[in-house]
Each structure stands twice: as structure tokens, then as C-alpha cells.
């Protein structure tokens, strides 16, 4: 399998730091910045911890080479064909649900998002 693609996801920081500047009456900060500001960390850090362990949900201990191995087993017997095809997408169907879940595991492969705290792979 080929590496992965690395998809980075950056924060905004000229928007932040422009929001950081802006003088506020009192020297009080807007909780509709800091709330937001204060989330993405706690995400950031959730995101590299379960990408540290390989986790998909954390509480669940669910691991993605798990998923993979799944997807790989379950394969043979999904009907691309006539199922999340140009005009074959059921509501409700399995067939598509698992099509669709197959086509999620296989692509996280190919792409992954990481965090601004996530290592960058070495370049060869």
C-alpha cells in the first residue's frame, strides 16, 4: 500500500491573532471567540492522542487496523455495482451503509488528517 497522504490541518492563525489584538472595554475577552478557541485545543489534543494510539473511538478502543482488516474480509461480498453507485443509492439499504463504511476505512488509509501538534513524517 502506498503512503499516505497528508492532509494538514492548519489553525487560522491570522484570524486568531487579529481576534487576540482587538481591544475589548475593561480588557475583557469575547467568550464567543474563546469558547471556540479553547475547544480546538482540547480537540487538537483528543485527535493526537487517538492518533498516537491508533484509536478511532477512544472510549470504545476501536483500532483502525481492526476497521481495515473488516473492510478487506467484508469485500468480496459487496455489490458495487448495483449499490452507492451513479443513480443506486438506496435509503436504508445495508448494502449501501456498508459500501459507503468500506469506502471510509479504505480512503483513511490514503488520506489522513493530522493536527498542528502532529510530527511531520521525514522527508526521504
Known amino acids: ?3 499516505p497522504t497528508i492532509i494538514v490541518r492548519e ?8 481576534e487576540l489584538a482587538r481591544p475589548r ?14 475547544a480546538s485545543r482540547a480537540l487538537n489534543a483528543d485527535d493526537d492522542h487517538g492518533r498516537e494510539h491508533g484509536l478511532v473511538i477512544q472510549a470504545d478502543e476501536l483500532r483502525w487496523t481492526e476497521l481495515q482488516a473488516l473492510a ?14 451513479t443513480n443506486a443509492v438506496h435509503a436504508g439499504c445495508p448494502q ?4 459507503q463504511a468500506y469506502r471510509r476505512i479504505v480512503n483513511y ?9 502532529t510530527p511531520r513524517p521525514k522527508r526521504a
Not at 492563525?13 to 487579529?18: M, Q, T
Open 72 to 85: 478487506e474480509v467484508v469485500k468480496p461480498v459487496l455489490d458495487f455495482d448495483r449499490h452507492m453507485a
Open 1 to 3: 500500500m502506498p503512503d
Open 25 to 38: 472595554p475593561a480588557g475583557q475577552w469575547a467568550t464567543d471567540y474563546l469558547a471556540p478557541a479553547l
Open 109 to 117: 488509509s490514503r488520506y489522513r488528517t493530522v493536527g498542528p501538534n
Open 11 to 18: 489553525p487560522d492563525l491570522p484570524r486568531i491573532l487579529g
Open 96 to 99: 449501501c451503509t456498508a459500501i
